[in-house]
């Protein structure tokens, strides 16, 4: 008991030994250690013989936008322990950390707060979403702590690490400012434990994932990592012997889990609570305990002769659900959504609340306008792909993007990353130049390794991330899944020897017996007893071949003593039927008892055991033909061969008709092309359609509008400019007549422009713009030359400009020739 009094003076008396400061003051410590903010250990006394601590994470919601019941009674059962202190793993506070969001969150804590037993890590939220010292001033006020410290428990029993990891992420090799700040108070700690807090877990089973960039918290030392973030609980025992406790079911919400962590041993995304740790100079004790105060599991660290901490004990424990997710294959290969002409096919999108958007038009094209992000960081938009269409992963996926920005800046994809475990992982960017501003652009993003499991706020499966709120405009979005390369591109079966990768299935509908034709092994087709057509099921090895589609062609060495006919039937992602029939082959009174050899296309088949007995595919005989089968083989296409085709046939129809349709149908077929060297020259010649395009389409703008105001005829010079530096950019052999039409649009704004400025003015007229000179200059010279130019042009433009302006723009201009 009196250890225990010692103690809580000793923390009590925390508040009036720490510095209330922001990011600037992480490492203020002597030495380059994190500042200690409490007592030093009294050396003249043994540490503590038991210690008991409490663990609560992401319970900060109290009277914000989340009930209230489940953080009271979490703190209620955490107060049921005694804790001698109770520490944090991050987002005390919801949503932004505002002053009066903290004093709302942390009501059922405050006697510990003010007691000086709270020792909090500080979380995104409690950052508002950001990094900026000011935004988690409130919360630090308030808890009278710095963002990064270090605090010892049990007189040298336990320090607790916080370097705010938070804001602190390495990259690639290269390690965050904090790190040897951090890894000096670790190595100088004389602590029996030394247990470590960072918000965002390295390794996770739950919805947000791992967080790879925060693994420089495993360093050398380090007994246990504490973390939250994932509103779930979880133990996870890494591959390099550090354990990561998650307890993030402190009150805000629960998350589900998805693909389990490597070396995940305990997880919980059921149940509310907390985690209770109970240390002793040889051991720590973790125990997750649930709503009302239920151990659900636990698990004890002791240490080795050198110090290491190892799993010496924990419980018995049955994962439910061992996978959740799969590796499914898709049934689309191609989702997207146009907001310029309102079409949604597979890919959709919704606002959320750090994702708002307002669906307008942006240069004559509908389009969602990016608005600024409540919470801060960047404009985000929230992508949701139909399960129907693609689920689970991994995919390779091609994702494009038509955008447009006011100012330069950048923005990429966020995705569910099966390599990262991250459900917010960060593809390559798109850097916006000057140049581009201002300029409807399209680009492709590679996104290797994409799972859609709805792990995204609001269950998006991906989002686009403009940062420093960027006022980006998307006006469409496609999503290509490249189809894997086959492990084999052949699957066969022949009686007289072994399969291949292809077999048949005996089946109720499908019976078959094996008998011997002139000394050789075949297969006898029985009667089906359930209707006039008997069946052979066949299927293909899931190691040698999966999925698809793929084009492929199946040849058949067959007799019968009878005549007939039958079809091959295979799934189709062509059709979508599972029992799609081949071409029909009939047998004749002249092929009876003969072999006979058939080879029959499999357009875009599909392996995915989808027929009865999980067949692939069966040979179906009409009016119970006694079919004899002697082998059997699948051939492949060539995958990369085929799609290259297609690639390059769609191009060809978009050179051919240049719209906005065959375009799309370019790039789409474009994006399934894997050779770079390919999909260069490709798409070299689809970027010449889209000028003629882009500039067919400025051109048909100009000739619908009047051009009798102001506004309309700046917007028709602008249009006009743009249309002539686009077409300059086609060989003069693929312009077609549109030199012509960009000729009469030229004469017809340029008689507009000399039209306006005939009529009179009241007062002082406003000074002719530059461009509007530019083009009566250049119109002039397009009819007469340079004879007389300077006394031609003043005749249309003397009353808005000077003799001197003319002069100058004039010369310009035929230097410019």
Known sequence: MLAKRKLAVTLASVAALTLSAGLASTAGATAGELQ??????????????????AVIGDYGGCGVDRTCAEEYQVADMVHSWNPAAILTTGDNTYQQGLPEEVVKAQAPYKADIDAGRMFPIMGNHDYGNGCSPESVQPSLDYFKVPAAFVAGF???LLDFVNPDANCQTATGSAKPPIYDTYRNTLTNSSAAWKVVGGHQPIYSSGKAGNNLDRAW???????LILAGHDHHAEHIETADGYHIAISGNGGAGLTPLFSVAPGSKFRDAAHFGAMRLTVTPDSLKAEYLSLPGAVDYYFLLKKDAQGRAYLAERS?????????GGNPIPNRYTVSFDAATDKADGLTYRNYEDGPFLTTEVDGRRALELQRNPFGGANQLYMFVDDAA??????QVKATISYRSPVPGSFAIQYDSQQSGSAYQRSTAVTIGAGQVNQWQTTTIDLPDVRFTNRQNGGADLRLNALANLPLAVSAVRLDVVP?????????MDFSGEPDGLTWIPYESGPAHEIVVYGRRALQIDRNTFNSGNNLYLAVDDRYLTGGPYDATATIEYRSPVTGSFVLQYDSATTGSAYQSSTRVSITAAMVNTWQTVTLDLRQVMFRNRQNGNADMRIVGANNLPLIVGAMSVQLADQQAQLLKAAQDAVAAAEANPSTDTITTAETA????????????????????KHLVQTRDLLNRIAATELTTPAQLDAAVTDLTDATATLAKVPTDRQGDLPQQLATAKRRIADALADFFAKPVPGKPEPIKRPWLDLVISDTYDQTGTTD???????????HTTGQEVTIAINEFLASR
């Open 789 to 799: 130019l300077h006394d031609r042009v003043m005749s249309i433009v003397r009353s």
């Open 217 to 223: 918290l495993m360093t050398p030392g380090v007994d």
């Open 390 to 395: 693609i689920f689970g992963g991994p995919y």
């Open 36 to 53: 200690r903010i409490t007592p030093p250990v009294d050396t003249q006394q043994p540490p503590q013989d038991r210690l008991v601590l």
């Open 484 to 492: 894997p390369a086959p492990p084999a591109t052949r699957v066969s």
């Open 154 to 156: 049990g007189n040298g």
């Open 670 to 689: 474009i994006a399934k092309v894997t050779e770079a060297t390919q999909v260069t020259a490709l798409n070299q010649r689809l970027t010449v359609v």
């Open 316 to 324: 018995d424990w049955v994962d439910p659900n061992p996978d959740p």
